[in-house]
């Protein structure tokens, strides 16, 4: 599949973002999804996964009860919702995909990346 995403931005801190990614190509559905940020000067972080189906899913510690994954297969579109947005966050976020019936949450399990979307959040 190829992957799109977008809805970054610049939002004060404690603001709310969504981003979305959409994809092209076959068997959505099929395949596990991800996001995943990058700041800069450091490697490419984990920060949630959803399986194909969207019945599970996986969030690093940092952004555990602040954000929401989920999928609309019918759409072929991964979301991520962003509450409680920090300083911290900032960063250029990625989504991913990879045929599979659990989540991933390495950046090397994933096949396929889209293009990155900056988000900003100023204190």
């Known amino acids: 599949v190829q992957l799109q995403a977008s809805g970054g931005g610049l939002v004060q801190a404690g603001g709310s973002l969504r981003l979305s990614c959409a994809a092209s190509g076959r068997a959505f559905s099929g395949h596990a999804l991800g996001w995943f940020r990058q700041a800069p000067g450091t490697e490419r972080e984990f920060v949630s996964a959803i399986t194909r189906s969207g019945s599970n899913t996986n969030y690093a510690d940092s952004v555990k009860g602040r954000f929401t994954i989920s999928r609309d297969n019918a759409k072929n579109t991964l979301y991520l919702q962003m509450n409680s947005l920090k300083p911290e966050d900032t960063a250029v976020y990625y989504c991913?995909?990879?045929?599979?019936?659990?989540?991933?949450?390495?950046?090397?399990?994933?096949?396929?990346w889209g293009q990155g979307t900056q988000v900003t959040v100023s204190s």
């Open positions: 991913a995909a990879r045929p599979g019936s659990t989540y991933y949450t390495k950046p090397h399990e994933y096949y396929s």
